[in-house]
């Protein structure tokens, strides 16, 4: 059987129209099977099934406390976290969560199309990108850039696009180490268009066998 992901979609904030495009697209990536909730009691059940937990563009405070405490222990003992897109906008109240993901939203300018830099091709999620890809997106800015917490792989080119607030130092999709799991984000994905394109599932396939641990690097 393939390894299972739990993807949660809960949101008590802006809600994505894009998110059920973004399941059927997690579903039809053919690598992995697809349990799906927006049930908060579900991430306070064990997890020691799934081979990673997806944050797809949840919002706001979507977990209990037992679901807090499950999903720590989960990643600390080795689980697989992935951060879609407003899973950046989520938690806010969660001290952990922060440093799970790796930085928070703050701000974005309107959907626009620009250009995503590539910074590490050495990378699962990055291997089948070109140096310079283009798509349209939000361009989600930071609170504080993540660099030096996390391995960036993607970074925006503000100067393709109107309203950028980070600067040369805007960092898109990176990985890191959690205790003994393995998180990645990716803040691209805000349209359903978006979940139609090969590159960006290419993306998401690549970033969630990487938390998953089905591929080394």
Do not use: K, N
Not at 65 to 80: F, I, M, N, Q, W
Not at 145 to 169: F, K, N, Q
Not at 175 to 184: A, P
Not at 200 to 214: C, N, P, Q, V
């Amino acid at each position: 059987m393939p390894p299972r992901l739990l993807v949660f979609t809960r949101t008590t904030d802006y809600r994505h129209d894009s998110i059920p495009a973004a399941v059927d697209a997690l579903r039809g990536l053919g690598s992995f099977g697809v349990d799906h909730t927006e049930d908060p009691e579900r991430l306070a059940a064990p997890l020691d099934g799934y081979a990673a937990v997806v944050f797809l563009s949840t919002s706001g405070a979507v977990l209990t406390d037992a679901g807090r405490a499950r999903l720590t222990g989960y990643v600390e003992s080795g689980g697989g976290f992935v951060g879609v897109h407003a899973a950046a906008c989520t938690e806010y109240e969660w001290p952990y969560y922060g440093d799970l993901l790796g930085a928070r939203f703050d701000r974005h300018p309107a959907l626009q199309p620009g250009r995503v830099l590539v910074e590490d091709g050495d990378h699962p999620a990055t291997r089948h990108l070109s140096a310079v890809w283009e798509f349209t997106d939000e361009w989600y800015d930071f609170r504080e850039s993540p660099r030096g917490r996390v391995r960036v792989l993607l970074r925006a080119d503000e100067s393709s696009y109107e309203g950028g607030g980070m600067g040369d130092d805007h960092p898109l999709a990176w990985c890191h180490e959690q205790g003994g799991g393995r998180v990645f984000y990716t803040a691209l994905g805000h349209a359903s268009e978006a979940y139609a394109d090969p590159g960006f599932r290419a993306h998401l396939r690549g970033g969630i066998a990487w938390a998953a641990r089905l591929t080394s690097r």
